[in-house]
């Protein structure tokens, strides 16, 4: 249906930024919500941020909420997680997800990517 596509993880130290780029393709590329999550190492995946297909409703999570922007570029079929003032518990695997609905939760989305190591040093 949907592949994604990840990009743009690093290692970066405490208070510097990355922006992550989920690239879609497929019958529908570009007409569904996006999620953002992350997952730790032994944690549970976690949702971060999401935005409709439109690109006019975004939600986020309260531990990023005034340090990350998700933003969709239509023409492209892209989605990007800008996160600014980064803090070592941000590091994780961050995945991005299409699904149908907007929502917070993994599974209201049907398709994911294979995920992007972010990692920042203190």
């Known amino acids: 249906q949907v592949q994604l596509v990840e990009s743009g993880g690093g290692l970066v130290q405490a208070g510097g930024s990355l922006r992550l780029s989920c690239a879609a393709s497929?019958?529908?590329?570009?007409?569904?919500?996006t999620g953002w999550f992350r997952q730790a190492p032994g944690k549970e995946r976690e949702f971060v941020a999401a935005?409709?297909?439109?690109?006019?409703?975004?939600s986020y999570a309260d531990s990023v909420k005034g340090r990350f922007t998700i933003a969709r570029d239509m023409a492209k079929n892209t989605v990007y997680l800008q996160m600014n003032s980064l803090k070592p518990e941000d590091t994780a695997v961050y995945y991005c997800?299409?699904?149908?609905?907007?929502?917070?939760?993994?599974?209201?989305?049907?398709?994911w990517g294979h995920g992007t190591q972010v990692t920042v040093s203190s």
């Open positions: 997800a299409a699904g149908g609905f907007f929502q917070s939760t993994p599974g209201a989305y049907h398709s």
């Open positions: 935005i409709t297909w439109s690109g006019g409703t975004t």
């Open positions: 497929g019958r529908s590329s570009s007409n569904f919500h």
